[in-house]
């Protein structure tokens, strides 16, 4: 699918000299800068030197005066603690780090997270019961319960204070909760409302730390349980997310827990390791258990205390991904086949299949949405219900057009790219008309086509080690930091493979200059015929470094391949 480039404006020379002077970088990093809307110079000094002192005072976020004091009570009293989870990455790393810290503090505490395949996401009947049977004082839910009116009710008549930390999008009705702490309620005041649900759970160990005056030190040990959240969650990757995200992969790269080292060594890849290795590393190994199995599987490995346990947890994960994959490749093949054959001229997809696995739809929704550019829901059966998952594409907010076909789920949640939803499996072809309109009356023009941002066009004599060691100061790259994309035109082909007919390398050369660069297209073999056509074209890059026999070097990774003028 062919995508519409869109270059980033360039800022003015004045100011791209400026900041490169004062700030002692290249023009090019001033120039990227600049164009994220950086303006003042003491603005782009803490962006490129991010400190731990940057991060907000916990107190601002509101019920947290309320949720500490309960919590100290209870750690004091020897009150029994139940920290409720999600089964995802965010979900697992914020269970585990509040378990950890909290039985370090002296807490009586225990997890639960719900079997995706009998429970479903959020507070679960049976999960109530267990706390209930164990006479848990407090129920602590991460990465849920926003929404949950009904089981916070059902905890709240049985004695039990509930505590939510939460960072999604809350209903016009909030649960009885004794403190709710989510910056996305209307009235809280917390300055950055983008936190994953494990930033969350870090901001409400900082309050509590502080509260026992034990040195923020002692937090740098859950930095890289946040940092693999903050990644592999997909939230932006600015503002308090970069800077945990910065100083996690700090202590990902020196002194990472027993459970995550034992991935890193499954996952081979070179340090300095990055948020791209941990989304397409790391996140896959934890969110398989949950999929393919049961989430704690992925808590007992982040909660290892030794090389030999965490060994062994990380070989039953590996082998759970391994089933993912395979599970997940055929039914993907079976989705693009359904669109196929339907010839849709519409703006969505909707597809069900009632065999398909109930832990995989995401992935598969994710996928179509890659190859059709569609806002698409991907349902499977249980029971007498429709469970599914929802993605959309850049630009539009698919939870607004779900929101407008609520009366038909029993339940649903989630963001603006990405949601799921509950629904009786009598009213899916309902879900179909209803959607569809909802989506064509809703999405911005800009939002229909594909589109490959550049920020800017670079010849390939400019393509130098010290320019990608340079680039690195804007690190980690993530959603609203997007590592650069540069552009270069013409170039031409002077040698090209194609693998398992879906990704293309080639080495690339632009006239007169003759330095040949290797250049890497994943899922990109459409473009075949444009390499072999012999024509110069262009294309949209990213700048990586791979090693090679032990030595570092370049490869340009692309985005986009223009067609020949």
């Known amino acids: 699918m062919y995508k519409k480039w869109k270059y980033t404006p360039l800022p003015a020379q004045a100011a791209i000299l400026e900041f490169a002077e004062k700030l002692h970088i290249s023009p090019i990093v001033s120039t990227l800068l600049l164009q994220r809307e950086i303006s003042d110079l003491a603005q782009a000094h803490l962006f490129l030197h991010p400190l731990e002192n940057q991060l907000h005072d916990p107190m601002l976020m509101k019920g947290m005066r309320t949720a500490l004091d309960r919590l100290l009570k209870a750690i004091k009293e020897k009150e029994l603690i139940c920290i409720y989870g ?8 914020s269970v585990a780090m509040l378990y950890q810290a909290l039985t370090s503090l002296g807490a009586q505490a225990y997890y639960y997270i719900p079997d995706r395949h009998k429970e479903g996401y959020g507070l679960s009947a049976e999960g109530i019961k267990q706390a209930i049977s164990k006479k848990a004082a407090i129920l602590l839910c991460i990465d849920c319960g926003t929404k949950a009116v009904n089981p916070i009710t059902q905890a709240n008549h049985a004695g039990i204070d509930v505590i939510v930390c939460d960072h999604h999008q809350p209903g016009t009705t909030l649960p009885p909760t004794l403190a709710m702490l989510n910056p996305k309620q209307k009235d809280c005041l917390y300055p950055f409302k983008e936190l994953s649900a ?6 409400l160990l900082q309050g509590l730390f502080s509260q026992k005056n034990i040195s923020p030190s002692h937090l740098h040990t859950y930095l890289d349980l946040v940092a693999v959240s903050i990644a592999a969650d997909i939230v932006p990757m600015v503002g308090e997310n970069r800077l945990l ?28 390791y990055s948020i791209s290795d941990i989304v397409f590393g790391i996140a896959p190994f934890i969110n398989a258990a949950g999929r393919i199995s ?19 947890q990380a070989k039953v994960l590996s082998a759970q991904n391994a089933s993912r994959k395979h599970i997940d490749t055929q039914m993907t093949e079976e989705a693009m086949a359904m669109i196929a054959a339907q010839e849709s001229q519409g703006y969505t997809h909707v597809l069900c299949h009632e065999e398909w696995h109930k832990g995989l739809l995401g992935i598969v929704a994710s996928r179509c949405v890659e190859q059709v550019y569609k806002p698409t829901i991907v349902l499977t059966k249980e029971g007498d219900q429709a469970v599914g998952s929802a993605r959309s594409v850049v630009g539009y907010n698919l ?12 339940r649903y949640g989630g963001h603006a790219y990405a949601a799921g939803i509950t629904l009786p499996f009598s009213q899916v072809d309902t879900l179909k008309n209803e959607f569809e309109q909802a989506v064509a009356s809703t999405m911005p023009q800009k939002a229909r086509s594909p589109i490959q941002p550049i920020n800017l066009q670079l010849d390939f004599s400019l393509l130098t080690p010290a320019l990608y060691q340079s680039l690195q100061q804007l690190a980690p790259f993530g959603p609203a930091n997007r590592r650069p994309v540069f552009s270069t035109y013409p170039i031409t082909a002077k040698k090209y493979w194609v693998y398992q007919n879906k990704h293309i390398k080639m080495h690339v050369q632009q006239p007169p200059n003759q330095s040949t660069w290797e250049a890497i297209g994943f899922n990109m073999a459409q473009y075949i015929e444009v390499i072999k056509s012999k024509k110069p074209f262009g294309i949209a890059y990213t700048i990586e470094q ?3 026999q032990n030595r570092k070097c370049l490869q340009l990774i692309l985005k986009d391949i223009s067609l020949p003028s």
Do not use: M, W
């Open 86 to 93: 999600d089964y995802d990455v965010d979900g697992t790393t």
């Open 245 to 272: 995200a910065f100083h996690g992969l700090q202590k990902i790269n020196s002194a990472p827990s027993k459970g995550l080292e034992a991935l890193l060594q499954l996952i081979d890849r070179p340090k300095p």
């Open 546 to 548: 791979t090693t090679f």
């Open 294 to 312: 049961h989430a704690q599987e992925a808590v007992k490995l982040l909660l290892a205390k030794n090389t030999i346990q965490a060994s062994q």
């Open 399 to 410: 939870y607004e057009a779900l929101q407008a076909c609520a009366h038909l789920f029993t």
């Open 198 to 203: 494990c930033g969350i759970g870090y901001k």
